[in-house]
Structures are given as structure tokens and as C-alpha cells.
């Protein structure tokens, strides 16, 4: 048999070595090995030396294969180009959260497919098409080779790059799972977060699952036909469709659901945006998460400081609930949301 590490939990790791008669114990520590030192073990204490060449026989270790790294000149985000199991590249970011001395620490986004079926009309990735799943090794190791490159300690994780992770449920959240195993990297579920274009099917099986993941939803529009003629995904799950399962997600866990809102001047930051927004969401507790829109093409632009101001007035007015402004750094590599495209 061949078992590859990084693509399984402690817990499936150990049932895959039972027949060679490794333990639970056992297998937690060639997990740890795994993921901390990148390696399997050449020796461990308790374990013979011949039993130990058994496992390493049936063990596979994979790297991807690291093709291009760029720095941000204006704000220090870092751009990672991957290859692995196939041809096509995939990109990753590191996002430096250095503002508080002595806790400094980085955020890694990862990918969870090469390109992206959903087709969203201000996302670059959206315009590339579908070309495969990620396996669960491949978006777990995106994370060691941020962490291998890093100064300081990668203490989140989201999968916001390249695709749809609710499109690759299994292998997604098999990822977010070893990325927070206390034998693995031991990085807090609730600062792992899975966002969704609105996937209802994979947000009603996160929330019957009870992942302790963060939920980010992409909402962009209270308005369906607005929403539609930019979020194709629209058509499938209708917005009303979209809301009773975030309703759903968050009766059965119990935690706020954030909505991220792609800002774009001229259509969704005037104050009946905000008006149906709160409409939309009316007896729901939620965060909102204002983004705004990176299009080197210039087809969509970020709204101006006068419509941004208005919008918050009308948002602080009407939706009384918190809202934050998330800064998309590293546009100048195109690293920024909305920018990935595997170049």
C-alpha cells in the first residue's frame, strides 16, 4: 500500500497502519513528524528499528513544487505560484498581521481548486474556467511551504484563493482538520475560515456537521437580479435559498455567519444596497466584511471615498450590526482578492 501523508487526519492515518501494528500513539507522532519537520522519521524512541522501515516503506511524503515568489513592495504580501500533482499552477498569500510587538503572525490563503467553475464576473480566477480539485496534501502543504518561508508563526488559515472549496467539500475540510489537530499544526479552528460563493448544499453539511470552522459567504448583492448579472451562481441558489441555509448554519452552531460584500462603484454601495441588505438579513445576527473590488482591467472599480463614506452611514443606519472594512493587500503582484489567476 501506499499512504500519502498530508492527505489524512491522525485518526485515518492510524486506521490506514493498523495492519502493520501501528498504534494510535504511533501515528500521531509520525503526523507531528509530518507536518512540523516535513519529514518521516529516521528513528523514533519505543519503535524498532524494523517496524519503523515497515511504515516508511508504505509512506509517501509529497512537496509541491514552489514556481514563482513575489513581494509586495507597497504592504509586504507575499504571492506563491505552485505546481503539483498536474501541470497547472495554483497560487497561495501570506498576510502579515506585524502591527502588535511581539505577536507578530501571518495569515495564510490558500487555494482549494485550479481555476474556479463558478465564473464571477470581478474575480480573474472566475475567468480561467474549472481545470481540477486540489487534493488534500496539496492545500495542507501550501501552508508548510508559507510556514517554511516565514519569520514569524502562520496562526490562520482561509481558503479564499483560488476556487471553491465547498465545490471540493471532502478534500477542504479534510484539510482544515489536519491543519488544526493538536499533533498537526494546532492552528485554532476559529481561525480557520472556509468561504463560499454560496454553495447552499456545502453550507447545510457544514452546519449538520458541526465543523468548528468560520463560515465567509460572499453575498455582494441583497438585490437577485443585481447579484445575478455578476454571480452566476446566483441562478442555481437563489438568494432566498442562499439565506435560509446561513439561517440554518447558524441555529445548529450557534455562531454569526459573515458576509463578505464585494464593493463596486456605481452598483452596490448606494443606500438602497444598504437598505435591502438589511431587509435581507432581518433578525440575523451576521458580521459584514466590505472588500473592495481589484479588477486590473477596469471594468469594475472600487468605490470612491464620497460613495464609500455614504455607504457606511447608510449601513450604520439601517443594518446595525458590526461591519468591517478588510484591507486586500498586494495588489501591485496581483495578489489582492479577486486577482489570482495562476500567472
Not at 59 to 80: E, I, N, T
Not at 192 to 221: D, H, K, M, N, Q
Not at 242 to 267: D, H, K, N, V
Request: aromatic share 6%; proline share 6%.
Amino acid at each position: 500500500m501506499s499512504i500519502v501523508l498530508k492527505n489524512l487526519t491522525a485518526e485515518e492515518l492510524g486506521a490506514a497502519l493498523a495492519p502493520l501494528g501501528v498504534s494510535p500513539r504511533l501515528a500521531r507522532q509520525l503526523q507531528a513528524a509530518a507536518l512540523r519537520n516535513d519529514a518521516i522519521p529516521a528513528s523514533l524512541p519505543e519503535v524498532s528499528p524494523r517496524l519503523l522501515a515497515r511504515i516508511r516503506q508504505n509512506l509517501v511524503l509529497p512537496r509541491l513544487d514552489l514556481l514563482d515568489r513575489r513581494v509586495s513592495a507597497l504592504d509586504g504580501f507575499v504571492k506563491y505560484v505552485f505546481g503539483g500533482e498536474g501541470a497547472d499552477r495554483f497560487e497561495a498569500v501570506r498576510i502579515p498581521l506585524l502591527h502588535r510587538a511581539g505577536d507578530e503572525k501571518y495569515v495564510a490563503c490558500i487555494s482549494s481548486q485550479v481555476g474556479c467553475p463558478l465564473g464571477c464576473a470581478f474575480c480573474a480566477t472566475g475567468k480561467m474556467g474549472f481545470k481540477r480539485n486540489l487534493a488534500t496534501w496539496e492545500m495542507v502543504d501550501q501552508v508548510l511551504r508559507i510556514r517554511a518561508d516565514s519569520p514569524h508563526p502562520v496562526r490562520g488559515v482561509v481558503f479564499m484563493g483560488m476556487g471553491e472549496p465547498l465545490l471540493n467539500y471532502d478534500a477542504a475540510i479534510r484539510a482544515a482538520r489536519i491543519l488544526s489537530e493538536p499533533c498537526g499544526l494546532a492552528i485554532a479552528a476559529k481561525s480557520i475560515s472556509i468561504s463560499t460563493a454560496g454553495v447552499v448544499l456545502g453550507i447545510r453539511r457544514l452546519g449538520a456537521e458541526r465543523w468548528p470552522f468560520r463560515l465567509i459567504v460572499s453575498l455582494t448583492s441583497a438585490d437577485p437580479d443585481r447579484r445575478r448579472a455578476l454571480m452566476p451562481i446566483e441562478a442555481r441558489y437563489p438568494l432566498p435559498e442562499l439565506m435560509a441555509a446561513i439561517r440554518e448554519y447558524q441555529t445548529i452552531t450557534g455562531r454569526r455567519a459573515t458576509l463578505a460584500w464585494t464593493m463596486i462603484s456605481g452598483f452596490n454601495v448606494r443606500k438602497e444596497d444598504a437598505v435591502q441588505l438589511a431587509e435581507l438579513v432581518r433578525g440575523l445576527p451576521i458580521k459584514l466584511d466590505l472588500i473592495d473590488v481589484n479588477d486590473p482591467t477596469g471594468t469594475y472599480r472600487s468605490p470612491t471615498p464620497v460613495e464609500l463614506n455614504a455607504f457606511r452611514d447608510a449601513l450604520r443606519a439601517h443594518l446595525k450590526m458590526p461591519v468591517a472594512r478588510r484591507y486586500s493587500g498586494g495588489r501591485d503582484i496581483h495578489a489582492a482578492c479577486g486577482m489570482l489567476a495562476g500567472a
